[in-house]
């Protein structure tokens, strides 16, 4: 094959086919994707897990599942254990028989053969579904510097801000072949250049910016763009403690999905923000500026996508990216307080929190859980995105307070403290 980038000894004689065929076309498709990207090199995956973003056995899949057992057939498992996404379907989820039939008959047909794939490729362990795989409770938390080969959109773009380690925005299954071959090519995110901000964000708000509107905002300016952002701390403080931890991972995933940001700086903040400050930010990068009037035209620019935009919900999302086990009691707490104020015993539509397994399992062995079951909200560890793809799911009336979620999905977006109303007094 025709090719410009710098391969070593070792790569070249892996796209020579010297580990078998199957390993020589996963080093080829690899070498395709950098080229398209202008990589120079291919260079090493050093964190110690991966993550894939593929976590549904979708019954139309099946080139998926075709070339994955062409992978285990040659006894290509990843080098790194990996976590993967969530899965799409729980009992537990409150559905009805004919969606029940759709998930189980048609849509998610696959799940257990595809489970079985990803154990034989590397898959960590049978609780490691989740987005949020840099939890500490689950414990796929790269380090400062480490080169990674994930897809997951809210994952990377949380690894590179937060974390300060590298990746590009990789499609799922490439994602996989990094990890199998153990390096990636060399462009974008991964290098010192790529990583620079071409754009300054000034936030000049006078409240609080919601962590999901200013992502929001910010993703649909930039797009792809890096983003460096001013004026943030004022509200997020200048320490990466769990609050704020919380709140980038909720702005990330938002910028990650209403645009396509994969990295962003906030300045006095996030590592290399910190490391670096100013010298991060590109010659001649734009400038956007954003207040709460801004904040509040994005807000009101989302379509409702429901036939009947007047009727009340029927069933409420929180959770998408996962909850962290913080967000989870807070929002116990919360949920508990405005039932007791608004004098109801259980929440007023069916209403799921989301998060890890291992989040859940932590969350369940402290005082909170029986709270949080009391109020009627049912804890899951699906990805509301799988559940919402259900076209009977589409018809119903959804809200959330994910941008993602309202991006890809019917669902109606709402700020946290308009889902905490209309969840413990009543519709709007
Ligand atoms: Fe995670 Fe699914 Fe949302 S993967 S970010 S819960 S769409």
Redesign the pocket.
């Known amino acids: 094959m025709d090719y410009k980038m710098e391969l070593t000894p070792e790569q070249l004689a892996l796209l020579n086919g010297e580990q078998g065929e199957t390993m020589a076309k996963v080093v080829k498709t690899l070498v395709m994707y950098g080229e398209a990207f202008g990589a120079t090199k291919m260079i090493p995956v050093t964190s110690e897990m991966g993550h894939l973003?593929t976590?549904f056995g979708l019954k139309v899949m099946t080139p998926v599942y075709d070339l994955m057992q062409q992978l285990i057939d040659a006894g290509l498992s990843s080098k790194q254990k990996f976590s993967v996404?969530?899965k799409p379907v729980d009992p537990k989820v409150p559905s009805n028989f004919a969606k029940n039939l759709v998930f189980n008959k048609f849509m998610y047909t696959k799940q257990d053969s595809y489970d079985e794939q990803l154990r034989k490729l590397g898959l960590v362990s049978d609780e490691a579904y989740?987005?949020?795989c840099y939890m500490n409770e689950v414990g796929n938390l790269p380090k400062k510097g480490d080169i990674l080969s994930w897809a997951?959109?809210?994952?990377v773009v949380y690894a590179n801000s937060v974390l300060g380690a590298r990746c590009n925005r990789n499609s799922g299954i490439i994602e996989l072949f990094g990890s199998i071959a153990g390096f990636v090519p060399y462009f974008g995110l991964v290098t010192d250049e790529g990583r620079k901000a071409t754009w300054i964000v000034e936030v000049k708000c006078k409240k609080k910016p919601e962590a999901q509107v200013l992502g929001s905002a910010i993703g649909m300016k930039v797009m792809e763009d890096v983003p460096y952002v001013k004026g943030l701390t004022d509200w997020i403080g200048t320490e990466l403690d769990d609050d704020a931890k919380a709140y980038l991972k909720d702005f990330g995933?938002a910028t990650a999905?209403n645009g396509a940001v994969g990295l962003y700086h906030i300045e006095g903040l996030t590592p290399e923000a910190v490391e670096m400050g100013e010298s991060l930010i590109a010659e001649n990068a734009q400038v956007y500026v954003i207040d709460d009037a801004e904040l509040e035209r994005v807000k009101n620019s989302y379509p409702v996508m429901w036939k009947k935009p007047d009727k009340a919900p029927q069933l409420c999302f929180v959770?998408?990216?996962?909850l962290s086990l913080q967000q989870l009691k807070e929002w116990t707490d919360n949920v508990c307080e405005g039932l007791k104020k608004s004098g109801k015993k259980k929440v007023t539509i069916p209403t799921v929190f989301?998060a890890a397994p291992a989040v859940c399992d932590e969350f369940n062995k402290t005082e909170y859980a029986a709270k949080l079951a009391a109020t009627g909200v049912t804890l899951s560890y699906?990805?509301?995105?799988?559940y919402m793809n259900n076209p009977l799911a589409k018809m119903g009336r959804v809200i959330t307070n994910?941008n993602?979620?309202r991006t890809?999905t019917t669902s109606r977006y709402y700020t946290s403290e308009e889902i905490l109303d209309i969840i413990t007094k009543g519709a709007k």
Request: glycine fraction near 4%.
């Open positions: 973003v976590s996404d969530p989740t987005c949020t997951e959109s809210s994952a995933a999905s959770g998408c990216p996962h989301t699906i990805c509301p995105l799988m994910s993602k979620l890809y």
